[in-house]
């Protein structure tokens, strides 16, 4: 969560860098999108490196570079040096936020996965809504400013790092063969005992096939580009709200700097609607994977995704057409944020158990092309956000957005209906298919 929580504080502060660096306004949002650039960048050298070294390695190292990162943003002398900072900050930040499917997966069977995948996604989208909140509220302190955001983040960072390096251990398998057959060398002095792992000798190309070719060759697959796809969509929509939300409610409803961040909570408050739902999806999948002989069955995944799908772009028409509206309360929009919420998290969670039920083996790569796409999409809705509500309204700005989800409506009814059927004509997916 510290991780993403970095991806939004800075938002606060955005018209505070555009006035001490003497630049317009987008120019001073680049600071969001090089972040999020950062982070689509990060994971196609994380994710490998977790597999070479360890989950461990490949999380606290990298952290710990970050929080540095955070703090260089802070200090910074000119906006060269914050563009530089935020961009190689969400690199090496990545670290975790990519490698946490990756634990889980060590840790958690499938009967659990989507309870603890709850959890991660919980952390995902609890950035970016409380973020910008507290960061509002250090911003508007004329002694604090713009730059104790990016201080208070990289404290948080610390805060986080410090914990995990107490409490977390090593999680992926294959490395606990390896400390395992260390521990027994020693102990019995026979210095023939090695893991298999310990044999691997890393091949760069093999590196490189698994995380940069094989999640293109995964994405021409149907079922991984539309599934992702909607996903990166959804998510590049939850981080436009980082400037829809400033328009809407400060700048057209005249509230303070402060004040006009609070419904971000709305969007958190629909994230947990939407985590309940998953749960109770979970016990529904459970007995579906049983039934199975303890299979897994990935449309079972969908049915979350398929009532999210039509809150989602609902929430977005709400929010268009109210939020701008004086005469309407300001409750409607923020129901509509809600409804967003909602809408996002089961999209977001039921597309990252579909892709690692359906890939298996190949998940890992699934999961990289996923997170590459989203934040490619995120990097970009930000800056669009501005120049397309000033230009031709909040309403019509928001039904562009709200009619795309829309198409995008029947994916998961598609692949609930046809995809095991799709599943088994693919090389990539057919493992999953039992009967």
Request: hydrophobic residues 50%.
């Amino acid at each position: 969560m510290s991780a993403t929580w970095a991806s939004s504080s800075y938002s606060a502060g955005t018209k505070l860098v555009a006035k001490e660096f003497h630049v317009g306004s987008q120019v001073a949002v680049l600071g969001t999108t090089l972040f999020l650039c950062g982070f689509g960048t990060g994971p196609l050298l994380w994710a490998p490196l977790s597999e070479v070294y360890g989950r461990r390695a490949a999380v606290m190292i990298p952290m710990f570079i970050s929080i540095a990162f955070s703090f260089g943003t802070a200090t910074a002398k000119d906006l060269q040096t914050v563009m530089l900072t935020r961009f190689f900050g969400a690199f090496f930040a990545s670290a975790p936020v990519t490698n946490t499917g990756g634990v889980l997966g060590d840790l958690y069977s499938p009967a659990h996965r989507g309870i603890a995948l709850a959890g991660y996604a919980m952390a995902v989208v609890g950035g970016p809504a409380l973020g910008p909140i507290v960061s509002a509220a250090v911003a508007e302190q004329p002694s604090l400013g713009w730059r104790w955001t990016e201080y208070l983040t990289g404290i948080l960072q610390a805060f986080v790092l410090l914990f995990a390096v107490i409490f977390i251990d090593e999680s992926y398998p294959p490395k606990l063969l390896v400390y395992k057959a260390r521990r027994l060398r020693h102990e019995s002095g026979n210095w023939a005992l090695h893991a298999k792992f310990e044999e691997w000798d890393v091949s760069v190309k093999e590196l490189c096939k698994k995380f940069l070719i094989r999640p293109i060759q995964l994405l021409l697959t149907p079922i991984c580009f539309l599934v992702a796809l909607y996903a990166s969509f959804c998510y590049g929509i939850l981080y436009m709200q980082l400037g829809a939300i400033p328009i809407i409610f400060g700048e057209i409803r005249g509230w303070n700097p402060l004040v006009s961040t609070l419904p971000f909570s709305c969007v958190f408050l629909g994230a947990i609607f939407g985590c309940v739902a998953n749960i109770y999806n979970q016990i529904i999948y459970n007995k579906a994977y049983h039934a199975a002989g303890n299979r897994a069955v990935p449309e079972k995944r969908l049915p979350p995704m398929m009532i999210g799908s039509i809150l989602f772009s609902g929430g977005q028409f709400m929010i268009g057409w109210t939020g701008a509206q004086l005469d309407i309360h300001w409750i409607v929009p923020c129901i509509g944020l809600v409804l967003l919420g909602t809408g996002f998290f089961t999209i977001f969670q039921a597309a990252l158990n579909y892709l690692v039920d359906t890939f298996q083996a190949y998940a890992a790569s699934a999961i990289a092309a996923n997170t590459f796409l989203r934040s490619c999409f995120a990097a970009a809705f930000p800056l669009v956000v501005g120049p397309l509500f000033h230009n031709i309204g909040v309403g019509p700005g928001c039904s562009i957005t709200g009619g795309f989800a829309a198409l995008l409506i029947p994916v998961p009814f598609f692949f609930y209906k046809y995809g095991k059927r799709i599943r088994a004509g693919s090389k990539w997916s057919k493992a999953s298919v039992y009967d």
